[in-house]
């Protein structure tokens, strides 16, 4: 790659993108975010510059890419809210993409989703499979890595969510009889392994899952272990699930669930059966943090905005 020019990082201030950002300012390199959240206070800010997504100007978007020698694209949106569909996230990608292209960037390192099918029933799954056609058919140089689960940072949502409840609830439901498979990865490894790729010439897609798969019975064990929980863990008909954890985030104003991550997840969505490329195992980083794990409450509606990060 040149080694003159800059990266830029979609979404620096959110979840995926600030480790991307962080780990490649630790390497000396210069970067710019294209965000939906200019005004948001974040530890970042004073260190990179911040322009809007602007899918509605690409000439603005294009001026915002020139320069660069890499895009780390981490947007999407995880569920559909009003006009914010995951048709139109699809047109804004391909919009961020046809813009990339022509601003002259040399490669395009994607954050995806492991197991996506232009054949799913689920739309997220869907349009993620879309989109990496629409970056396979670009004429960019491109990473497309495939994550499940993303663990660890202070953004942590589902791993640290659980130990939330479980620090708070006597019982524990779990969806269906508990042994779908889950892979997650820890973002600290996740942001290794695009940064990598953001330094390579090859396209490749590759499935970014770390070392331990486990049954979803055994992960909500492992993290009840960790943080010291004696919730009772009851199997609940999915339905009950659904509903149940809707009623706790209109408490906590959040989203903590919709009935198709549920039906991806015990589908068998959330695991690889590619070698796994993380090494951080996540049942000892969970021995290693359980004692911080579920202390406050993570809100993704606050990290993320309604345009997606």
Known sequence: MSSQGFSVVTGAFGYTGSHIARLLLERGQRVRTITGNLHRD??????????????????EL?????????LYNTYWIRYERGEMTFAKALTNSRVLIEAAAKAGVERLVHISIAN????????????KALLERAIRESGLSYA???????????????INNIAWILRRTPVFGILGDGQYLIQPVYVGDLAA???DHGEKRDSVTLDAVSVDLLTMEEMICAIARGIRSYAALIRVPVSVGVFATGSLGKLVRDVIMTADEASGLMSGLLYSKE???????????ITENGHQLGRKYCSETAIHSRRGE
């Open 42 to 59: 974040d530890p970042l800010k004073g260190e990179i510059e911040a322009h809007p997504f602007n899918f509605d100007n690409p000439k």
């Open 62 to 70: 294009r001026s915002s890419l020139e320069g660069a020698t890499t």
């Open 116 to 127: 996506p099918s232009e054949d799913s029933p689920l739309p997220y799954y869907r349009g």
């Open 144 to 158: 497309i890595l495939r994550p499940t689960v993303i663990f660890g940072g202070d953004k942590d949502v589902l």
């Open 193 to 195: 392994m695009a940064v």
């Open 275 to 285: 070698p796994p490329l993380g090494p951080t195992s996540l049942t000892r980083w």
